[in-house]
Structure formats: structure tokens, C-alpha cells
């Protein structure tokens, strides 16, 4: 089942229900398409509404015109805007860190099924879907310009030593689009220039009241993003920031850390808990 769309055949109404999650209302897009035509055309959301019961529709102008021979694909659009500024020494609350992660997963998800499904079935301007601004010929619908994009977990859980920082050990690829995620040195070197949305998590299995769990995004390895849990007996550390690449030498790799001296703990390795995602975002 598709996260980030839903397409409805021959539609009945112009009112939708939303079947996806998603931040913002204003993230709620819509395209339709005939049988009889290669590509899809944008349509106007003129209303998106959530209601007491906790139900969002959407009012798609124009979706009428395919009831009888066509689709309309109701999609999400996440904002490539941080919604959350993390600042150092500042105390994050469980809403900024849940909204830190869906963004990411949220845009991740979109990625991936755009590359796969070709959402809106558009390409780039040009020649073949050459880079340029966003058009209508859709030869190269794949070419997106969010890649190179990744998506990686661990295949084990891995001990860490108390009061030491470890890189953690991604073995294991759930989207790799260039090639750019080493799963034996655990670094993404993307070789595409670029500022990039970078995003991390860690669980530690233990309830141990521990001074600090950290998670860090290192480049070229330098930590250049640190996140620590709110409270001292929440194990789960996540960390997201921008990163720009200047280059095909640029890496990054993921590290953890707990403040528990002389006492080792492990990373949960399920992958709900504790993954790594990034993804090009200019």
C-alpha cells in the first residue's frame, strides 16, 4: 500500500478522504490523467479540511473531468523547510523531535515511491529529462532531483562501551539510489555536490538511568550535529541537520554514545528503532 498517495479510478466525487499521513494541509497536492494521455495534469486543491473526528478530506477542482475514463492521484508533498531550527543548549520537546522525524521519513517515503511510481509523471525540462526546471515531457521521470537518496538499518544489534563513541555499523540497504552507501566502512558518500537532509535514530536496550544517550551525524570524521534524549531513562537518540557536500570526498558516518562508564549497552537493531535516511535537497 502506497505511503505518500492514493489513486482513484474513474472518481465519483471531487471530495477525497485522505488515506495518508502527513504535516501540513498545504502538503496535500493532486493530479489527474485520462486514459488516453501519457502524462498527468495538475489539479487545484481548493480545500483541505480536517474534521472533529479526525478525518481529512480534500476538494480537488476539476476531478470530475475524469470519472468516466481516468484517475486522480491524491498525493503528499512534503516541504523541504526544516520545521524544526535544533539549536545547541536548547531543551527540544517530544513534539519537535516526532515532527524532526516525520519530516524525514515523510520525505523519504516520497522518494522512494515517486522513483518507483513516477507519481505526477513529470520529468525535467529537456531533451531526455535533462536537469532544468520542472516539465511536462516526463522522458526521465526517474532522474529526481532529490537524488542520490539512502535508507539503511543494521542487521544485529551492536554493544557499546560506557562513556565511548562508536560508529554505527548500517549494514543494510533499504534504498540506495546511487550507489553512495558503503555497507562495510558504514559511510554515504553521495559525489554529488549539494546541500543534503540528514537524518538518524538510535535505541539502546536499557531503561538505565543514564546521565546521556547521543546520537551524531560525522563529516569526514568531525561531528557536525549532536542529538541527546530529553530525559535521563529515554533511550531512543535521534539527530537530523543539513549537511552540505563539496565534493566526491565528502562522507559521513553515524555515532552513538551513553554515559554509562565501565557498563555496555546495546543498540536495538530493529529497524522501526534505529536507522539512518538522508537525501539531497539543492
Not at 501540513?24 to 489527474?32: Q, S
Not at 520525505?107 to 522513483?115: G, I, K, T
Not at 539512502?150 to 565511548?164: L, R
Not at 566502512?185 to 546541500?195: D, K, L, S
Amino acid at each position: 500500500m502506497p505511503l505518500s498517495y492514493q489513486e482513484i479510478t474513474n472518481p465519483s466525487s471531487t471530495s477525497f478522504t485522505v488515506s495518508f499521513e502527513f504535516l501540513n494541509l498545504a502538503d496535500i497536492k493532486a493530479v489527474g490523467k485520462l486514459d488516453s494521455a501519457s502524462t498527468w495534469t495538475e489539479l487545484p486543491v481548493t480545500n483541505a479540511s480536517t474534521s472533529g473526528a479526525g478525518v481529512t478530506t480534500a476538494t480537488v477542482a476539476n476531478a470530475g473531468t475524469y470519472s468516466s475514463a481516468g484517475a486522480v492521484r491524491v498525493y503528499r508533498a512534503s516541504t523541504q523547510n526544516p520545521l524544526v531550527d535544533f539549536q545547541n543548549g536548547s531543551r527540544l520537546s517530544e513534539s519537535d523531535l516526532d515532527t524532526a522525524y516525520r519530516q524525514g521519513l515523510f520525505a523519504a517515503q516520497e522518494v522512494r515511491e515517486n522513483a518507483g511510481e513516477n507519481i505526477t509523471a513529470k520529468g525535467d525540462t529537456g531533451a531526455a529529462g535533462a536537469a532544468g526546471q520542472d516539465g511536462q515531457d516526463g522522458a526521465d521521470g526517474t532522474n529526481a532531483s532529490n537524488s542520490p537518496t539512502f535508507w539503511v538499518t543494521t542487521g544485529s544489534d551492536q554493544t557499546i562501551a560506557g562513556d565511548t563513541t562508536v560508529q554505527l555499523n548500517f549494514d543494510t540497504e533499504t534504498l540506495d539510489t546511487n550507489n553512495a552507501f558503503d555497507t562495510t566502512t558504514y559511510r554515504f558518500t553521495p559525489q554529488v555536490a549539494g546541500t543534503y537532509w540528514i537524518y538518524a535514530q538510535a535505541r539502546f536496550n536499557d531503561n538505565a538511568d543514564v546521565d546521556q544517550w547521543k546520537i551524531e551525524i560525522h563529516k569526514n570524521g568531525t561531528a557536525v550535529a549532536v542529538g541527546s534524549t530529553v530525559t535521563r531513562t529515554q533511550q531512543t537518540a535521534q539527530v537530523g541537520s543539513l549537511v552540505q557536500f563539496n565534493g566526491s570526498s565528502d562522507y559521513i558516518s553515524f555515532h552513538v554514545y551513553h554515559s554509562a562508564s565501565g557498563t555496555s549497552i546495546s543498540v536495538n537493531a530493529q529497524a522501526e528503532y534505529t536507522y539512518a535516511q538522508g537525501f539531497k535537497l539543492a
